[in-house]
Nanobody, 126 residues
Framework: QVQLVESGGGLVQAGGSLRLSCAVS????????MGWFRQAPGKEREFVAV????????LYADSVKARFTISGDNAKKTVYLEMNSLKSEDTAMYYC???????????????????WGQGTQVTVSS
């Protein structure tokens, strides 16, 4: 059984920074990619960023490009999301997901992920 556990969320002022972590536990785990999504109240879950686990290639949503950085540590089985210059519109529940066997062509859609964490809340005050 694979489990993803997010941490690092909290309350921060606009312009501040947070670092989210997503630790993976369970059986031998060799994902193709790990990604971050977020969901604000009343909105659909949206893609934030993804990292290709073998090559380190990254993709970002336009809304977070140049402010957020995704990275992975294979030895620690952990993926990170460094968030800088936070804005009130970044307020959401943040989820990490893992792609194990589904096509990487779908990494911008939550339908492309097999495993999900429970989420960590990020609140940015203006």
């Amino acid at each position: 059984q694979v489990q993803l556990v997010e941490s690092g969320g909290g309350l921060v002022q606009a312009g501040g920074s947070l670092r989210l972590s997503c630790a993976v536990s369970g059986r031998t785990f060799n994902p193709k990619a790990m990604g971050w999504f977020r969901q604000a109240p009343g909105k659909e879950r949206e893609f934030v960023a993804v990292v290709n686990w073998s090559g380190g290639i990254t993709l970002y949503a336009d809304s977070v490009k140049a402010r957020f950085t995704i990275s992975g540590d294979n030895a620690k089985k952990t993926v990170y999301l460094e968030m800088n210059s936070l804005k009130s519109e970044d307020t959401a529940m943040y989820y990490c997901g893992a792609v194990v066997w589904r096509p990487l062509a779908n990494v911008r859609s939550d339908a492309g992920y097999e495993y999900w964490g429970q989420g960590t809340q990020v609140t940015v005050s203006s």
